[in-house]
């Protein structure tokens, strides 16, 4: 089992145990303070937006055209971090990552 790190909405940190194998919003989901997921990962809702930190922003597989075409719509778009966690494959090569959830859309 891996790792992750989320921040809430209300800046706070939590360590996360994480399944490889999943997509990243099969895993936030399940938290209280995680995303809402409502198209179950249609990539059509953006309620599973979240921040990837930084320094792991570039380590994730790059965003496919509907991803980014949705995300350039949100108010809260930030180019270089932001993502749709249900477009993102949890992997082992990604225990450690660190996230925040995005505001309500
Ligand atoms: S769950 Fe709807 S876009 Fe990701």
Redo the contacts with the bound molecule.
């Keep these: 089992m891996a790792r992750i790190t989320v921040v809430d909405r209300d800046g706070k940190e939590h360590v996360v145990e994480a399944k490889p194998g999943l997509k990243l919003?099969e895993i936030l989901r399940e938290l209280d303070y995680g995303v809402a997921?409502?198209?179950?990962?249609?990539?059509?809702?953006?309620?599973?937006h979240v921040f990837v930190d930084e320094a792991w922003a570039a380590r994730l597989p790059k965003k496919q055209s509907d991803e980014q075409d949705?995300l350039t719509e949100l108010s809260d778009y930030r180019p270089a971090t932001s993502r749709?966690?249900?477009q993102v494959d949890f992997t082992e090569a990604l225990d450690g990552l660190k996230i925040a959830i995005a505001p309500d859309t």
């Design positions: 919003m997921a409502i198209c179950g990962g249609l990539c059509s809702c953006a309620t599973c949705l749709l966690s249900c």
